[in-house]
Structure formats: C-alpha cells, structure tokens
C-alpha cells in the first residue's frame, strides 16, 4: 500500500538490517554529536548569561556539572555535560537510523527534515516545558537561527556516518536503495525483453 507521498510506505522485509542500523547509528550519535558542539562555536546559540541545558539538566537533578571532570591542555571538561549532550544526541540518531531501516522517508532530503523535527521537539517544545530553556517565543531570533541550522547540520553529518557504517556491517546499501535498485534493474530488464 502507498501513502501520500510515500511517507509512511515500508521498506521490503528481506532488505532491513536493524541491528546493522542500530550499531551505525550509535557511530553516527558519536560522530554528529562532535559536529553539533563545533557547530555551537562557530553560531553560539546561547546568550553568555545562559547555562547549556545539559549543565540546567544535570543541576535540576542536585548533581554539579563540575564535580567529574578531565583535564585536557589545562582545561577542566566536565563528563556529565558531555553524557548528556552526547546521550541525546546518540539517542536521536540511532532511533533516526533504526526508523529509516521501516520507513526510507525518514531520511527526507538526507536528514535533514529530521533535524528539522528534533529541533522543533527538543528546543521549541520538550526543553522548555522540563525548565531547560525559556519558552520558545521569549527566546532570542540567533538562538532559534543557531539550533535550526545546527540540526540540519547535525543531522546531514549523522546520516553520512550512518549509511557508510550500515553499508560497512551489512554489506549492503539501505534497504530503499537496493529496492529501488532491484525495481529499476527488473524495469530495465522488461524494456530490454520488449525490443
């Protein structure tokens, strides 16, 4: 059955590799997570009176961002906040990666559209209403611009990763990639037979 748009239509049985795609997206979490931090150099979405939620996350819940930390060239970096920048963002991912394994849609236009529907879940509606943020629409228009592009950005890297590690451990490419393949190389096998 075809929905609109192809939105909710599943991949065929025979192509999915879940575990495959929850290892990949776990490698991809790490990786993208790395990339959102970097992006959050370059466009800060924060104003510098604001904690990160992370740090608000883990004070909300009486632990103190700074009690475990590494030194790193002299610097202090606390574990936790890095858990929980980098729990999210595995988390996100490998459940990205285990629904595109179902539903090829949902790597619209290589992610990004899920970035686009993270940043809308986490930033304008989950992080406010847990006390992590301002609500949405006392928040700056650079904090909004910043989070936007950043979860594209995230989400463009972290489907790189995915399909290279997928492709890595099952040997195969995306279960709508070798359907569409497989549909095509038959179409042009019945053209081929009708000269």
């Known amino acids: 059955m ?10 065929a049985p025979e192509s999915r590799r879940p575990g495959a795609a929850l290892v990949a997206g776990v490698v ?19 104003t510098p009176d604001r904690e990160v939620p992370p740090v ?3 004070q909300q819940r009486g632990v103190d961002p700074d009690s475990a930390t590494y030194t790193y060239n002299g610097n202090q970096v606390p574990w936790g906040v890095l858990a929980v920048h980098f729990g999210f963002s595995v988390v996100t991912v490998a459940a990205y990666s285990v629904a595109a394994e179902f539903l090829p849609r949902t790597k619209l236009w290589a992610g990004a559209a899920y970035g686009l529907g993270a940043f809308v879940v986490a930033h304008e509606i989950v992080l406010p209403r847990l006390g992590l943020s301002p609500k949405a629409k006392d928040l700056p228009v650079e904090e909004h611009v ?7 950005v995230w989400l463009l890297e972290a489907e790189q990763i995915r399909k290279a590690v997928r492709l890595a451990i099952a040997g195969v490419p995306d279960a709508d990639t070798r359907a569409d393949a497989v549909a095509k190389l038959a179409d042009t096998a019945r053209a081929a037979l009708r000269r």
Request: proline share 8%.
């Open 2 to 11: 075809r929905t609109p748009f192809g939105l909710l239509d599943l991949s």
């Open 28 to 46: 991809a979490g790490l990786s993208s997570g790395a990339i959102k931090m970097g992006w959050e150099s370059l466009l800060p979405p924060r």
């Open 56 to 58: 608000t996350f883990l």
């Open 146 to 152: 910043s989070e936007l592009l950043g979860h594209v």
